[in-house]
């Protein structure tokens, strides 16, 4: 009876080593590493977000009516007006005034009516906001009629050689914006100097030559004449 307990005791001693010695070894070896959130910052896209246009008027004659656009850990926005055609990625910010809601570019349609205005979100990774939940505002549109138009900038100083990108607005009588048409916009240069490409459209690229001096360009919609000056320099 007495070596029976003895043989006992030593298993029981036995056993419990080893639980002590396995407990150390998991102590030592099986600990669980939590992932620092940094790993998971460029899997957050931008979100849908929101946009208002003209602070939620329900009618507009600009057609390019203030936007309010708000979205979180985008650095990129681009707008439509069907949800399918875009235009160019803009850098992002919480207002905008240059999306035209009727010219018939970016999904847009050259007419009156009912306007709907998209946007998408990108961040600085290359991350979309989700495409099945567009952000996006309605608003009624009321074109009035053509007034005068208007090269932008007006003025700008170029290096010799350098380029600069021209753009042609349309304006009823109380300067509402108005949509043009691109294939009735045409541009020239004065005396041959300098490039313009392209010579027909909403906006041109305007090339200057290797000598400084004042030139002009022009650009022509129906009836109606505008003007811009540029000056070409050895030094900025």
């Known amino acids: 009876m007495f070596k029976k307990n003895i043989r006992s005791n030593a298993v029981f001693c036995f056993v419990c080593t080893l639980l002590i010695l396995f407990s150390l070894s998991v102590g030592c070896t099986g600990s669980i590493s939590t992932p620092s959130t940094d790993s998971f910052s460029s899997l957050v896209e931008p979100?849908?977000?929101?946009?208002?246009?003209?602070?939620?008027?329900?009618?507009?004659?600009?057609?390019?009516?203030?936007?309010?656009?708000?979205?979180?850990?985008?650095?990129?926005?681009?707008?439509?007006?069907?949800?399918?055609?875009?235009?160019?990625?803009?850098?992002?910010?919480?207002?905008?005034?240059?999306?035209?809601?009727?010219?018939?570019?970016?999904?847009?349609?050259?007419?009156?009516?009912?306007?709907?205005?998209?946007?998408?979100?990108?961040?600085?990774?290359?991350?979309?906001?989700?495409?099945?939940?567009?952000?996006?505002?309605t608003i009624d549109y009321e074109m009035g009629e053509l007034y005068s138009i208007k090269i932008f900038p007006q003025e700008v100083t170029v290096l010799v050689g350098g380029s600069y990108k021209f753009t042609l607005h349309g304006y009823d009588l109380k300067l509402n914006e108005v949509p043009l048409d691109s294939s009735k916009a045409t541009w020239t240069k004065c005396c041959g100097v300098g490039e313009l490409n392209p010579t027909i459209g909403l906006s041109t690229t305007y090339t200057a030559p290797n000598t400084s001096g004042k030139w002009n360009i022009s650009a022509q919609y129906n009836n109606l004449q505008t003007g811009a000056v540029i000056i070409v320099t050895r030094s900025e």
């Not at 390019?64 to 992002?92: H, K, Q, R």
């Not at 035209?100 to 847009?108: D, E, P, V, Y």
């Not at 009516?113 to 952000?135: C, M, Q, R, T, W």
């Open 47 to 137: 979100t849908s977000g929101y946009l208002i246009i003209e602070q939620g008027a329900e009618l507009t004659k600009d057609c390019t009516p203030p936007l309010t656009i708000y979205s979180e850990n985008a650095v990129y926005m681009s707008f439509s007006g069907d949800g399918v055609n875009w235009c160019e990625w803009e850098e992002y910010s919480t207002s905008y005034e240059e999306f035209n809601i009727a010219n018939g570019l970016n999904g847009t349609e050259l007419s009156s009516g009912i306007k709907f205005i998209y946007v998408h979100f990108k961040d600085e990774e290359g991350n979309l906001s989700p495409s099945d939940k567009l952000a996006f505002d």
